[in-house]
């Protein structure tokens, strides 16, 4: 994929109004912005569907700028074409809809109207490449746009620049297996591990650690990447990891989700510090 000028993506951003339209009182920021840095390849991996159950947040019909909305019952058979866009500094770190999270870097996505979570793929119509987020988040509040994709979508997709991208949505079944352009190959023995957070704080992370149930400490490790810790569990087998990633999800962690391990040594976590 074609990575874009970093300089020229900027400039782009701060040319164009914010993509995400909705209440700003809360945030630090009146207008979203750019990222410092680009997505990582291991950032850039899409979302991993798993079955999970509706959060019990972000799933009530609701009110937004004059404008009612009904929550979908279901996403099954769900196909939409449409404009996308995506949002990024402003709103990271804030809380989702569904009560996570939002992390910019993360393969995640925000929609009016399907339930919570979802998994979809998007294909940018203008240059065919495709990607498979996790809808966690409401929005955007904007007329034509149907889907307000994290900044490391959009960067896959290629639609940084311009900001927007006509998109074809499609909800994903997973009453019947699909090929994600991330899972391994039959036979393989890749593994994954379990991000629940990231900071650049190492010692929150250290102190989150502490706090996890015994079982997850044991296996808790920390990732950084450019100045960005991530707190995970892991590697474990690719089966393991689907039961792993429910129990830690029902232990407090709804955000957390399933990541391809490195395969290079210099990649290998290193382990948290207990103090």
């Known amino acids: 994929m ?122 940018n119509l203008n240059n065919d490449r495709t990607v498979t987020v996790r809808v966690n988040d409401r929005g955007p509040f904007h007329p034509e746009r149907i889907i307000d994709l994290s900044f490391a979508a959009a960067y896959k997709l290629g639609m940084l620049d311009s900001g927007t991208a006509p998109v074809r949505v499609e909800a994903i079944n997973l009453k019947t297996p699909m090929r994600v352009e991330d899972q391994s190959a039959p036979g393989s023995q890749s593994n994954y591990h379990i991000q629940l957070v990231a900071s650049s704080d190492i010692n929150r992370l250290s102190q989150l650690k502490r706090n996890l149930p015994p079982k997850f400490q044991e296996i808790a490790t920390t990732e950084k990447t450019d100045g960005l810790h991530k707190l995970m569990l892991g590697p474990v087998s690719e089966q393991k990891s689907y039961d792993l990633l429910e129990q830690i999800r029902s232990s407090g962690y709804p955000q957390a989700f399933r990541v391809k391990a490195a395969q290079s040594q210099t990649d290998t976590p290193d382990a948290v510090q207990q103090n």
């Open 2 to 123: 074609k990575c874009s000028n970093l300089s020229t993506l900027m400039l782009s951003v701060f040319l164009l109004s914010s993509c995400s339209s909705g209440p700003s009182g809360r945030y630090s920021q009146h207008e979203d912005s750019a990222p410092t840095r680009l997505p990582t390849e291991s950032e850039l991996r899409s979302a991993v569907p798993v079955h999970e159950p509706i959060s019990p947040q972000g799933n009530r019909d609701y009110r937004v700028l004059g404008n009612n909305y009904e929550v979908m019952d279901s996403a099954v058979g769900y196909v939409e074409e449409g404009y996308a866009s995506w949002y990024g500094n402003k709103f990271h770190g804030h809380l989702t809809s569904n009560g996570e999270y939002y992390d910019m870097y993360s393969m995640s996505a925000a929609h009016t109207r399907l339930p919570l979570p979802t998994y979809v793929k998007v294909t």
